[in-house]
């Protein structure tokens, strides 16, 4: 499975031309009641409207917050109420949704688990863990690991190749709650793969001058987007809780910029501006301002959230 992830997405390229014609073929939008997602984060709601087809699918996280810290009120319940399947990313990063259902009292809401399956990284080296709550993967029970969950980076929405598999795992979950439209959910999945693989072409083909660039990230969210696009997250100044380095760690990071010859400091809106602004100064490589979760490029698809962070990125070291 974990190795298979990555065979397939090339495989997927060959059969691209075919699969974009399959999708166009099967478009059977037969709209009786679909079954009511709800996402932890905005970027696994953008894969998800891709699947159900048509409806907006809310997220418990408002926009703009901060997910490693996030408190979610009594109020917040009402978001689950109503809600057939519940998209979480696991590994301790959204704990706070995986409590809200019982909050809220709604036993049939099926969770899916959007890490299952996947490849995943390990957190950077001495950053803290997201969550205390440890719980293990269904179905992952057989994959040997010494590793806790809440040990493994979270931040693996930014690699299409994940993407699509999670997209590929939520419909699996809807064909179970709702078969009867099991053939629609299908062939969203294929568009929304088809799609994936065009972006991923056009994006590759955007950051190839940049093949092998290293960055410090203020937050450790990169790791995937970089596996995938052939960057380098050098530097994690900061996993969770939004809180300043102090003097040695912004002294060692200033160093490891001008011996690893780094080229940028990746910020998210969310974290750590003041740490930022000092390594640019200090070593004078641009801050690049970058979004996780899609809000500063007020992003309503997957699409955007990932072709504005390339964008960023292109336009401050082209
Ligand atoms: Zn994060």
Redesign the pocket.
């Known amino acids: 499975m974990r190795i298979g992830l990555r065979r397939k997405w090339k495989m997927s390229l060959l059969g691209l031309a075919f699969s974009v014609a399959g999708a166009a073929v099967v478009h059977a939008d037969t709209a009786t009641k679909a079954p009511r997602v709800v996402a932890s984060i905005s970027p696994l709601a953008f894969i998800a409207q891709e699947i159900v087809g048509g409806a907006e699918v809310p997220t418990i996280l408002p926009p703009g917050g901060n997910?490693?810290s996030f408190e979610p009120k009594p109020s917040d319940a009402k978001r689950v109420q109503g809600a057939d399947v519940l998209l979480v990313i696991g590994l301790g990063?959204d704990d706070w949704a995986l409590r809200l259902p019982a909050a809220s009292g709604e036993r049939k809401l099926h969770t899916v688990l959007a890490s299952r399956g996947l490849d995943l990284l390990p957190l950077e080296a001495g950053h803290a863990p997201?969550g205390a709550v440890r719980y293990a993967q269904h179905g992952d029970e057989h994959e040997s690991s010494d590793r806790h969950q809440e040990e493994l980076d979270?931040?693996f929405w930014m690699d299409p190749v994940c993407a699509v598999h999670i997209a590929e795992t939520l419909a699996a979950a809807l064909e179970e709650v709702d078969p009867a439209q099991a053939v629609a959910y299908r062939a969203r999945t294929e568009k929304f793969r088809a799609r994936m693989l065009v972006l991923d072409q056009e994006l590759l083909a955007k950051l190839k001058p940049l093949q092998g660039t290293g960055f410090v990230a203020t937050?450790?969210?990169w790791a995937y987007f970089a596996r995938h696009f052939g960057l380098r997250q050098a530097v994690v100044l900061q996993?969770?809780a939004n809180q300043e380095p102090g003097p040695r760690t912004l002294k060692q990071t200033i160093d490891a910029v001008k011996a690893q010859k780094l080229r940028a400091v990746f910020s998210?809106a969310r974290f750590l501006e003041t740490s930022a602004r000092i390594i640019s100064q200090e070593t004078a490589i641009p801050i690049v301002r970058l979004d996780?979760h899609g809000a500063s490029a007020n992003a309503k698809d997957y699409d955007t959230l990932l072709r504005w962070n390339v964008e960023q990125i292109v336009a401050a070291l082209r």
């Open positions: 997910p490693h990063f997201h979270p931040h937050h450790g969210g996993e969770g998210d996780l």
